[in-house]
T-cell receptor, first 112, second 117 residues
């Protein structure tokens, strides 16, 4: 099955700075990598995803990069705002049909 | 966007009773739904894959007879925690898979906080 490692587990940044969260995966056949944001007590929300046929995808202040050779992908948040504070999870396909394995999560705190 | 509801949002029950949690996809059909369990400050752990019209597929270590899953229609999957015990207390989240031409995406329900006394 897929093994997804995510780091850091916690991250504090000043408002306006950038935040980067990294994940590695083990299955070279994996081809879809979503990122979810989960606020306390709420559901995970898909914020961006990337497929293996591209190396980078951007949506306003959020971007994701993928290095298939190294089997890692990263979430980049620029110009962070307090409302970006949440737990972020990366995920990768986990062998079974349409299943994904989640990383352990990164708790991001944006300090005003 | 895709909307997934989950009911109830919170439930408190006595040890030994059974609790049913419903997961509905409101604006799309989902042949596949997933049930997760999340402990405080931890990641989502997949419990089982719910398939419309067939038996659920359980992850290793998840008791089938303990966590009964029924996916009777394309918009509804239910998880029943049977003979609940305090160690079953957790946050249970479902997701529904929306399939598209080029992408399949999981959309999550709001979760159910189960407390077993």
């Amino acid at each position: 099955g897929e093994n997804v490692e995510q780091h850091p587990s916690t991250l504090s940044v000043q408002e306006g700075d950038s935040a980067v969260i990294k994940c590695t995966y083990s299955d070279s056949a994996s081809n879809y990598f979503p990122w979810y944001k989960q606020e306390l007590g709420k559901r995970p929300q898909l914020i961006i995803d990337i497929r293996s046929n591209v190396g980078e995808k951007k949506d306003q202040r959020i971007a994701v990069t993928l290095n298939k050779t190294a089997k890692h992908f990263s979430l980049h948040i620029t110009e962070t705002q307090p409302e970006d504070s949440a737990v972020y999870f990366c995920a990768a396909p986990s062998g079974g049909y349409q299943k994904v394995t989640f990383g352990i999560g990164t708790k991001l705190q944006v300090i005003p | 966007g895709a909307v997934v509801s989950q009911h109830p949002s919170r439930v408190i029950c006595k040890s030994g009773t059974s609790v049913k949690i419903e997961c509905r996809s409101l604006d799309f059909q989902a042949t596949t739904m997933f049930w997760y369990r999340q402990f405080p400050k931890q990641s989502l752990m997949l419990m089982a894959t719910s398939n419309e019209g067939s038996k659920a597929t359980y992850e290793q270590g998840v008791e089938k007879d303990k966590f009964l899953i029924n996916h009777a229609s394309l918009t509804l999957s239910t998880l029943t925690v049977t003979s609940a015990h305090p160690e079953d207390s957790s946050f249970y989240i479902c997701s529904a898979l929306r399939t598209g031409l080029s992408t399949d995406t999981q959309y999550f329900g709001p979760g159910t906080r189960l407390t077993v006394l």
